[in-house]
T-cell receptor
Framework: DTAVSQTPKYLVTQMGNDKSIKCEQN?????MYWYKQDSKKFLKIMFS???????INETVPNRFSPKSPDKAHLNLHINSLELGDSAVYFC???????????FGQGTRLTVV | AQRVTQPEKLLSVFKGAPVELKCNYS??????LFWYVQYSRQRLQLLLR??SRESIKGFTADLNKGETSFHLKKPFAQEEDSAMYYC????????????FGAGTRLFVKA
């Protein structure tokens, strides 16, 4: 069983569209994250979320919004997509605040 | 503020040479430090964590609280070590729970 799964794996879309990336974890973790990996492979946190609080990196445009229907899911919604949003987006989860993070396989988003 | 700094974006060494990937951190509490690795076309995965004090694939990392560093070392690099390496910090004194450095690409040449 895949611990952290993201869908879709690849997403190609036009500028201005709205899209979502889904993330699910079956590990019973209480904290989930979204990270953006740019073309140079640099990894930046976008959001940290558990059932109590959402922490947003202030550099993330408000076109990006996380949605958590339940503890096992943290979806990423992106409005009005721009060329610069093209990247690989990783979802991750961890148990507690100081435990190892488990990552999904990533979603490669290409905005054309 | 929490911060993880990896000063080298790219590190290129010859096979058999020693390798050291640098990581410095800033954190007000007692952090957990990790090294993650991403091989080509694979997902990000944990390499080692400081509390384990173990050697994984020949890599070791020692937490130096005085220098606030957690450098990753291997005495003899192998070609299969070529990957992207991320230093990460996890803590519970507010802010993000786990943050990563920008990453260092290690390239081991034959």
């Amino acid at each position: 069983d895949t611990a952290v799964s993201q869908t879709p794996k690849y997403l190609v879309t036009q500028m201005g569209n709205d899209k979502s990336i889904k993330c699910e974890q079956n590990l019973g973790h209480d904290t989930m994250y979204w990270y953006k990996q740019d073309s140079k492979k640099f990894l930046k946190i976008m959001f940290s979320y558990n059932n109590k609080e959402l922490i947003i990196n202030e550099t993330v445009p408000n076109r990006f919004s996380p949605k958590s229907p339940d503890k096992a899911h943290l979806n990423l919604h992106i409005n009005s997509l721009e060329l610069g949003d093209s990247a690989v987006y990783f979802c991750a989860s961890s148990l507690g605040t100081t435990e190892e993070a488990f990552f999904g396989q990533g979603t490669r988003l290409t905005v054309v | 503020a929490q911060r993880v700094t990896q000063p080298e974006k790219l590190l290129s060494v010859f096979k058999g040479a020693p390798v050291e990937l640098k990581c410095n951190y800033s954190y007000s509490g007692s952090p957990e430090l990790f090294w993650y690795v991403q091989y080509s076309r694979q997902r990000l995965q944990l390499l080692l964590r400081h509390i384990s004090r173990e050697s994984i694939k020949g890599f070791t990392a020692d937490l130096n609280k005085g220098e606030t560093s957690f450098h990753l070392k291997k005495p003899f690099a192998q070609e299969e070590d070529s990957a992207m390496y991320y230093c990460a910090l996890s803590g519970d004194t507010g802010g993000f729970k786990t943050i990563f450095g920008a990453g260092t690409r290690l390239f081991v040449k034959a």
